[in-house]
């Protein structure tokens, strides 16, 4: 459950911008995992409103305690742990050796809609009190209750920080639009699963305040899993003659959102389980509006007395997972049953809507309609003493560590507001005075494989000035030339009236964009695998710094000042030296997980074809590159094949590609096949990327791309699916796809407007 170093869902340019802006906002400070540790310790306040929430912040209190010279702990107590019908259960918080500094009695009776309501307000009245005299550095606030909403609204009102435990999950009912409100008030989160993960941060959340913990309570479970005392568990709650995985758990609770149909669905339940005749632990519903009539019709049916029936208000969180674990089946719509059954393979029947939006393993059978007896009566006959894969959707066990390691490098210096990372929108048309007296400017760097350039090129994309110097092969000469020739474009910028952003640089091989490393480089550059541009670049100039592969800078440049511009979809394949490209998905360039995507000159197009730099065989670059056609034109000039009337060719002058597509057009029929060949396997490479990745656009960018464009979208009305056949082939009309893009990469994220 460790955190990657990156998401495919987040673009590193992204990541790097968010990095950029929070290293602006505290200049001079370096981040160091204990530095707030070191002067003081970390005042944390864990606030647990029920039994449910406990199970979850248990583990975290012991891990806090264990650590008294990093963090002071201090516990609020309130909500249905303070209420005899719901069992009274602060004394199993005392009974595990917490000392409680606070108890709040928030709750108003009533268990209705307006009951939730008065609960919130008179929570709102009480804790200004309590956080006042307490003073904490964080509170930590779990899940989607209505008691943990007037928790975080507390906090946020007196400038406290927020953490928010199992945010961005979603289960289908209002607890989705109190967690996500929560989400919000929060300052950092701790999610437990991958997507939920990718929720807070379509929800805006700051990515660097996002850690994938994994559930706490699984920290708990799995450690305890396979207690030697299980048997005297299940005797103690059901009775002697009660076999493992022979008895039920039952749980239901209330809908606030359809409150009669789940008092319906609870009485169909319980009158299926009273047909299936095993015994059944039955616990009873939380305190949401409903509970008290699904209450009542639990004593209607006489399940209290019910030889088969258990029925219990509250059981002991480590003694619960075991009575779960060793379950022929649980049936209701509590969250225990998409999540810690799921661990142990447990068969779980849902019921109703409540959980039908969480994560689950095969182990869950849902009954979204269960309108009838009989219907939740055959579930049970499906689900009843299976065994199915345990799961570990929610956690691994490690949880509290990473949480406690994620409050030591919590920076208490660093700014209380909120920042929220809002998707590219189109920008107000409102002027800032300096954007009239200066123009808006990047610094694009292009480093090939022959020449180095650098561009200032306005917000407009027209270049400003440009400067082009011969490549040197040794790294150390091609840092110092390139540093030099930006400094002189940053001075030159003074005297032209542009302010320069910040730098983009393309180059070739293979980017990791948000470090700005080269990771591993072409043969066309030499020494220049695992080299650090952004960092001599940034202290030169004292300017952030955007780094990338020159096929996604060329797929940038078309998404910002070219054809793809408004485009969602499109796929941009360079035809140069080499062959390379970018693709643009739902408006995101495609980086892949290690940084490789959209290498489409080696899409292998046949399996005994030319040999290709790459040291593979029959890609498309081995065809239809410059240098493939270069190679061509050389062997049939060596077999005095090449020239034809109408060339005029020098003895001198070195054989190109241009020579070969001159020959073809003045009728040479070799040099036309060896064309055509290229052609067709460019065009089955694309046709390929077309059933891939499925672009609305194919840009082709380039020396060759007009010489390619009319043959590949025939190959493509060949080709392709019918579904792709009518998709476009255009050639760029940039003369610069590579400084453009470079200076896109600016010019996106350094304009941007920070809330």
């Known amino acids: 459950m460790e955190r990657q170093p990156v998401s495919l869902w987040i673009n590193p340019h992204e990541l790097y911008f968010l990095k950029m802006q929070r ?15 070191g002067q003081r310790k970390l005042r944390v306040c864990v606030a647990t409103c029920n039994r449910a929430d406990y199970s979850k912040l248990a583990p975290i209190m012991s891990g806090l305690k264990k650590q008294p010279e990093e963090f002071e702990l201090e516990v609020v107590v309130l909500g249905s742990h303070l209420i005899d019908d719901y069992g009274n ?55 989607d209750r209505f008691d943990a909403l007037a928790l975080a609204t507390a906090a946020a009102l007196m400038n406290i920080r927020i953490l928010h435990l199992e945010g961005g999950e979603v289960s289908g009912t209002i607890d989705d639009s109190i967690r996500h409100s929560i989400t919000k008030l929060a300052h950092y989160h701790a999610c ?30 799995l450690s305890t899993n396979n207690r030697d005392d299980y048997t005297d568990i299940i005797k103690s709650w059901l009775g002697d003659k009660v076999e493992d995985r022979d008895y039920i758990v039952a749980l239901q609770h ?23 005749n095993k015994r059944t632990l039955i616990l009873f519903p939380n305190i949401d509006a409903g509970s008290k009539d699904m209450v009542r019709v639990m004593r209607k049916k006489g399940i209290e007395q019910h030889h088969n029936f258990r029925a219990v208000k509250h059981i002991p969180f480590e003694q ?21 059954a799921g661990a142990f393979g447990t068969p779980v029947i849902n019921l109703g809507t409540r959980q039908t939006g969480r994560e689950t393993g095969e182990n869950v059978l849902h009954v979204r ?38 409050l030591r490098t919590i920076d208490l210096d660093e700014p209380l507001q909120k920042t929220f990372c809002f998707p590219i929108v189109k920008d107000s048309i409102s002027q800032d005075i300096d954007h009239i007296l200066e123009t808006q400017s990047a610094l694009a760097i292009d480093l090939g494989g022959t020449n180095l350039r650098v561009a200032i090129v306005s917000m407009r994309g027209k270049i400003v000035k440009k400067y082009t110097q011969p490549n040197p092969k040794k790294f150390e000469d091609r840092m110092q030339l390139m540093l030099k020739m930006c400094t002189d474009a940053t001075r030159d910028a003074v005297s032209l009236n542009c302010r320069v952003l910040g730098v983009g640089v393309s180059t ?59 485009v969602e979809d499109f796929v941009t394949v360079i035809t140069g030296t080499g062959i390379g490209g970018g693709i643009i998905h739902q408006n995101e360039l495609i980086h892949g997980s290690t940084f490789c995507a959209a290498e489409l000159g080696h899409i292998m197009v046949s399996l005994d074809g030319p040999e290709c730099s790459c040291g593979s065989r029959g890609c498309i670059e081995a065809y239809a590159s410059g240098m493939a056609l270069q190679k061509e034109a050389k062997r049939l000039y060596d077999e005095d094949l090449l020239n034809v009337d109408g060339m005029d060719m020098k003895l001198t002058e070195p054989i190109t590609a241009a020579h070969l597509i001159n020959a073809a057009r003045l009728g040479n029929c070799r040099a036309d096949a060896v064309l055509n060949k290229a052609s067709t396997a460019l065009g089955v490479g694309i046709v390929n990327m077309l059933h891939i990745v499925n672009p609305s656009l194919v840009i082709l960018s380039g020396i060759l791309a007009s010489c390619y464009q009319a043959p590949v979208q025939h190959i493509i009305s060949e080709r392709a699916l019918d579904c792709a056949k009518n998709i476009k082939v255009v050639a760029s009309e940039l003369e ?20």
């Open 23 to 37: 290293a602006k906002e505290k200049p001079e400070k370096t981040k160091m995992e204990n530095k707030n540790q």
């Open 320 to 340: 619960f997972i075991q009575l779960v674990r060793h379950a022929g089946c649980m049936i209701g719509n509590s969250s225990c049953g998409v999540r810690e």
């Open 89 to 143: 259960t602060f004394r199993m918080i005392e009974q595990d050796d917490f000392d409680i500094g606070s108890k709040l009695h928030t709750i108003v009776r009533g268990e209705d809609e307006a009951a939730m309501v008065e609960s919130v307000g008179l929570a709102l009245v009480k804790l200004p009190d309590v956080l006042q005299r307490l003073r904490p550095d964080i509170l930590v606030v779990h899940g």
């Open 508 to 566: 070739g091989g293979r980017v990791n964009p948000q470090e700005g490393v080269v990771v591993h480089s072409t043969k066309l550059i030499e020494e220049w695998s695992s080299v650090d541009l952004r960092t001599p670049i940034a202290d030169v100039l004292q300017l952030p710094v955007w780094v990338d592969n020159d096929g996604n800078c060329a797929a940038l440049a078309e998404k910002k000042f070219g054809h793809g511009k408004g």
């Open 192 to 221: 437990c699963t991958r997507r939920a993960e990718q929720h807070l941060i379509a929800m805006c959340e700051d990515h660097s305040r996002i850690l994938l913990a994994g559930c706490p309570s699984y920290d708990k479970l």
């Open 369 to 406: 309609d269960a309108d009838t007896q009989n219907k939740v009566y055959h579930a049970l006959e499906l689900q009843f003493g299976k065994r199915y894969p345990c799961s570990k959707i929610y956690g691994d066990g490690n949880a509290v560590p990473r949480i406690l390691k994620f």
């Open 254 to 276: 209330p809908v606030t959102t359809d409150i009669q149909h789940s008092i319906k669905i609870y009485g169909l339940m319980l009158d299926a389980l009273i047909s299936f």
């Open 736 to 755: 610069e796809p590579a400084l453009l893009g470079a200076a896109s990469m600016v010019l996106d994220y350094a304009t941007r407007r920070t809330y």
